[in-house]
Every structure is written in structure tokens, then in C-alpha cells.
């Protein structure tokens, strides 16, 4: 990785607009899920994203690699990765049904916070007492929110959670990939395998599309892919420490999407610990880019 000072003065804001950018495509991509959770059912919604999805990421694929690009040495592991997948969207596709875009996207926001605890356990990395206290911390912007044992607590706000958790499992299992492994590989089988795991199901609660929701599908598809390569590439361009906090503006696009399309305002409560989970989540990050 390099160094703060050797960036060069163009490649900075670059990277700052591209994981904008491709923070922006994901909430789209959750708000028209959420739109389409009224009609059909979230297992549906990932196995139809993913079933237009996966064909688009191919295509790139055999067009800038050729048909090495569809090749990975790791595909027990992208089995067990996707399945981690498909339970995490299913779960936060569940809670969008069920809670306000900006809430739900706020708590998948603990995400670092597994992530941090987790890779003691499973990459046997050493974690600092600051970074403890930030997760800690991180902790207590979820509880704020989720308020367990109020009248204001909903058992919907614990998949988000869920969520949050089965996405840090799914980036620490990327740890565990040989960095020979190309980004849009990655994606093709990080698609590819929820795709699979999510048919039987889907099929067993299939609701018939309307022809109308053919663009929702499509779009969501192309803002998933999009937002995931676009945010990839940010991380390639500029360290973590520079772009990673910028993943927060996604709190910005899901509460105006939230209030412009449901009217939707949150709480304080929910801005609260949202600001919480925010200021644990930098402190981690700052922290990773100190260590060798």
C-alpha cells in the first residue's frame, strides 16, 4: 500500500469520487429493492438481480481478460462466500420490507465492528485496547438505535445486524483469496453462487413479474455491479484511510432517498447512534492504516 505523501495530487479526489459514486449506485440499488419488497419476495428480488447481473459481469470479464478472468483456483471458498452473501442480502432485503432505508442502512453500518472482533478469531490478527474501545463504542451507536427492552424496539432492526455480520464473515473470507485473484473475478462468482443458492427458494414463492418491475430489476443488477466495482477500484486508487470514511455518505443518499420517496425521517435516536457507529467505524479504520 502507499504512503499518505506518495499520492499523486489528481489520483486523491479521484478516488474520494469514485467510491461516492459507487456508494450512490448501492443505496439506488437498496431503494429500489426496497420498492420492490412490496410485490415480491427479498429471496426473489436477489435471485432475479443476481440472474441479470451475473451475464453483465461476465461479459466485462471476457472483454478486458478473455476467458482466463472466468477461472479461480477458489471456488470451495467463493461457495462458502456466496453463501454468506445470500444470507446477508436476504436478511437486509427482509429488514428494508419491514424499516426506514435510513435506519436499516445505519446499522448495516456495524459491519467494521465485526470485522474488527472477528479477525482475532479467524485471521488470529492482534487488536489493540483503542480499537477494542472503538468497537466497544461501535456497540453502543447499535444499541442507540435498536433501544432492546424499550416500547420503541422492533425485533425487525436485528437483521440489519444480522446483515452487518454476515457481510464482515464475507470480507474476511476475501483475506483468505491469494491477491492474484482479480477484483471482477471476485464479483462474477460473489454473484454467481447467491444466484445458485437463492433458485430453489425463489421458486418455491414465485410471484409472476410485471412488466413494469423488468426496469426495477434491471437497474438494480446494474447499480449492485456498478457500486461494487466502482467502490473496489476507489480502494485500488487511494489507502483505506482515505476513502473508507467516505463509505459513510451512503447515510446521506438513504436518508434523503428515505425522505424524498417515503417521506421517511429519522429520529434521533437514529441519528444518534448513527453518528455513534460513524465515529467507531473512522477510529478503526485510522487505526488499520497505522499498523505495518
Known sequence: MRSLGTLNARETPMAILTICAGVMFLVANDAMAKLLT??????????LRNLIAVPLIAAVILAVFGRT?????HLRLHALRGLLMV?????????????PLAEATALVFSAPIFITALSVPLLGEQVGWRRWAAVMLGFVGVLVIVRPGSAAFQPAALLPVGTALGYALFMITARWIGRDERLWTMMLFAMLFPMIYAAGPALAVWTPVQTADLVLFAAIAVCGSLGLALIGQAFRMAPAAIVAPFDYTALIWATGLGWAIWGDIPGVWTMAGAAIIVMSGVIIILREARQP
Open 69 to 73: 478472468g472466468l477461472r479461480s483456483r
Open 38 to 47: 412490496d410485490r415480491y419476495a427479498p429471496i426473489q428480488i436477489i435471485f
Open 87 to 99: 444470507v446477508a442480502a436476504a436478511l437486509f432485503f427482509t429488514a428494508l420490507k419491514l424499516m
